[in-house]
């Protein structure tokens, strides 16, 4: 069975730091990975995926997210953060081809640091 | 942009009232989701369908009910709400195609009950 893990449920960081969020998951067969963002009060928004092709995801407001196949990993960066992406973050994994299972982790509420 | 949307946002409602949470797309997909979120927590699947006149439980138990009678409208009803149905309340829907596929989410309703 698939399952997601996100290392860390809370980031706290200085403004204009680099930040890492951790997301591992596990999985018997090829998979899409997701990272999603959730402002306070609000739904998911997707940040960036994966689905095939170069390891390195870019996705909106400067994140980017690796793909580690090997260490079965898909951290996710930015090189500097702003007070406005205060929020939790979501590592998401699904079967390849498969838009119906998509299997969420505990989330990562990222705090930024004046 | 995602056009999904939810009402509503906020409620708060005595034990043994019936609510119908409401979730409505207008891009047309066929698939449509019902997430249960609690804080800190994994968002869990409770429902989901793959058209009209489809629907299917998640993998979260869960004591509500869904119908879907047309492609845009997905309403979620709990016949008797008590105070362990208390939580946010996802919607979302999403398509597969050649460019993969991502689940669009709706705001979210945050559900009370006393």
């Known amino acids: 069975a698939q399952s997601v893990t996100q290392l860390d449920s809370q980031v706290p960081v200085f403004e204009e730091a680099p930040v890492e969020l951790r997301c591992n998951y596990s999985?018997?067969?090829?998979?899409?990975l997701f990272w999603y963002v959730q402002y306070p009060n609000q739904g998911l928004q997707l940040l960036l995926k994966?689905?095939?092709?170069?390891?390195l995801v870019k996705g909106i407001n400067g994140f980017e997210a690796e793909f580690n196949k090997s260490q079965t990993s898909f951290h996710l960066r930015k090189p500097s953060v702003h007070i406005s992406d205060t929020a939790e973050y979501f590592c998401?994994?699904?079967?390849?081809?498969?838009?119906?299972?998509?299997?969420f982790g505990k989330g990562t509420r990222l705090h930024i640091l004046p | 942009e995602a056009d999904i949307y939810q009402t509503p946002r906020y409620l708060v409602i005595g034990t043994g009232k019936k609510i119908t949470l409401e979730c409505s797309q207008t891009?047309?997909?066929?698939?449509m989701y019902w997430y249960q979120q609690d804080p800190g927590m994994e968002l869990h699947l409770i429902h989901y369908?793959?058209?009209?006149?489809?629907?299917e439980k998640g993998d979260l138990s869960s004591e509500s009910t869904v119908s879907r009678i047309r492609t845009e409208h997905f309403p979620l009803t709990l016949e008797s709400a008590r105070p362990s149905h208390t939580s946010q309340y996802l919607c979302?829907?999403?398509?597969?195609?050649?460019?993969?596929?991502?689940?669009?989410f709706g705001p979210g309703t945050r559900l009370t009950v006393t």
């Open positions: 979302a829907s999403s398509e597969y195609s050649r460019q993969g596929y991502e689940q669009y």
């Open positions: 999985s018997s067969v090829s998979v899409y």
């Open positions: 994966y689905l095939s092709g170069s390891t």
């Open positions: 998401a994994v699904s079967d390849r081809g498969r838009d119906d299972k998509i299997i």
């Open positions: 891009m047309g997909h066929d698939k």
């Open positions: 369908s793959y058209g009209v006149n489809s629907t």
